[in-house]
């Protein structure tokens, strides 16, 4: 099945944190890709999520190696929203 990945970024203004993180991340923008996979069999072009990733570090930090985390593992996906959502809070 055909496969496409979208980029979009998310932005922190403050550090935060995510379970799978190795240590607390600084306030940046991040990247954030989107794995979707064609569905066969309907009558119109649709696609299913199958995996979400968070890059890091954030697109301002230079060198050094680049990780990725699962956001559709264990909870992640609320995880990420909560930290936005906090973000967004303290503003």
């Known amino acids: 099945m055909p496969v496409r990945t979208t980029e979009?970024?998310?932005t922190?203004?403050?550090?935060?944190?995510?379970?799978?993180?190795?240590r607390p991340q600084p306030?940046?923008?991040y990247r954030?890709?989107?794995d979707e996979e064609e569905i066969s069999g309907l009558s119109f072009l649709a696609f299913r999520r199958i995996a979400t990733m968070l890059r890091l570090p954030s697109l301002a930090a230079s060198g050094g190696s680049e990780q990725m985390i699962a956001i559709d593992a264990d909870g992640l996906v609320d995880d990420l929203a909560d930290a936005l959502k906090a973000d967004g809070e303290n503003r």
């Open 32 to 34: 954030l890709a989107t």
């Open 12 to 22: 922190f203004r403050r550090p935060f944190t995510l379970p799978e993180s190795e």
């Open 8 to 10: 979009t970024t998310v």
């Open 27 to 29: 306030a940046g923008i």
